[in-house]
């Protein structure tokens, strides 16, 4: 209780005699005593997955992989790196880990091309008003195929088993942009197989060769651009699956594998989960369950339909 001199008048004069006694006040009416409020947890601060260098409460374990730098190029990666990519020079974020897949389309590069004839075994084969051109991409891996004539948008894969088109002939339409055409069949047999990545009609077509493709469910995949007078094709794939994984390069006799890759979030303490969120404004929300850390999904779209551009933390 605080005190404080009390001062009296004595005949005239001030006289220091004590202390103000403690005063009592009456209240009337209801008093409401008010309860001390529940302390909420601290905000976790977000990772953001623009920036150009990653957050340390996340790990990227995996292969050297593709990806799309701000030039637009498709870039490989060192091991164990997830890089920013972009998408029309803009950044994007990171695309989802991958699982391990198989390049079974030979010929990256787009060095094996002939037109046909019998007893040609090139990767490439092209009829004689293709007008083909070939020249390396600006990161020297993922070649550029040239055909002098625009229009050619069709794709399909062709079983030199059966004879027929397993993925049926259709036009699968093109942009001025790079864009992947993706086609999905089944092979029964094994059996030599034709990705048509290119084709007008039966007369006017540019195709690779599978050897021997194993019984199985597989997709087919290329990236394509349309010039004012040309059509552009690089990173011809075939895999198993139904969904197209960052584009493998393979030389005229490779078929290259690529192992699983693992994206690792940590806990820093205090958090229940994260919340992942991607391109398409979609998210995706995962518990701790008393774990120290978290493995984000493996990719359910194809490669660079969407991207993982921010984790939050839940509390």
Known sequence: MLTSPQILIVAGTS?????IPAQRVEVTGGITAS????PQP???RTINLLSPTLDSRVSYKGPAHTYVNQNGNLITSQENEWPLEYQNGVAVGRHEPEPASQNFMSDSAFSSVSETQEGQNTVWIMSQSAGVTVSPSDDGSFFALSLEKPGW????????????FIAADQDSGISTDWTSAIRTFSNGSVARIRWYIARSDSNSYFY??????????????VWREEGDTNQFARAAQVELGTIPTSPIFNDAT?????????????????????????????TRTILFSGAQSINLPLASQAWSARYISEISYTT
């Open 15 to 19: 006289v220091t005699t004590g202390f």
């Open 35 to 38: 309860s001390a409020s529940t």
């Open 42 to 44: 601290p905000q976790i």
């Open 153 to 164: 948008t069709r794709t399909g894969v062709f079983s030199e088993g059966t004879n027929t």
């Open 208 to 221: 690779g060769r599978c050897p021997d493709l194993p019984i199985g469910n597989y997709v087919a995949s």
């Open 254 to 282: 490779s078929q290259n594998t690529r192992n699983a890759s693992t994206v690792i979030v940590t806990n820093p303490g205090g958090a229940t989960g994260i919340t992942i969120r991607y391109t398409d404004s979609t």
